[in-house]
């Protein structure tokens, strides 16, 4: 299959706020292939997490929005880990969950006022963590 590449892509608006939301730089990629050796989610994934970084290489927003990788990726840090350039994928995942959830409903965030005391001290932590996380407003 051919694919076009064209400038405006590769700096469109998607890539740029990936980048912002991750701090990462996807450049530094020079597509070595061991985070996605190492990642234990690899076998669900639609898009190995080097393929995730490639194509937002290549501005490839379209593709990248509708992986299920970024839902399957346990942020667990062994790309991190084992990436020769230091390219974090947990982070770049998370930038996409955040931003995939927006589209889908912009006015998806939390208000913490809107929970019961009762429920704030029955709730599990890492459940509120990642809540913020991916609904908190940017
Ligand atoms: S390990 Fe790092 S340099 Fe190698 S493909 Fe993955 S992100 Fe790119
Ligand atoms: S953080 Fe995600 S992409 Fe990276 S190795 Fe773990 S599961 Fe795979």
Redesign the pocket.
Known sequence: MKTVVSRDQVQGDFVKKVAEISGENFF?????????AGCPSVNEMDLL??QV??YLQLGLADEVKNCKSMWVCAACLM?HA??????D?SKIMEALRVLRLREVDAEAYIDVTDFSDDYLERAPQIAMISGYRKFLPL
């Not at 530094?28 to 996605?36: A, L």
């Not at 084992?82 to 390219?87: A, H, L, Q, S, T």
């Open positions: 530094n990629c020079y597509q070595c292939g061991n985070c996605s997490p080097s970084v490639r790309c084992r990436c020769p350039k230091g390219v994928i």
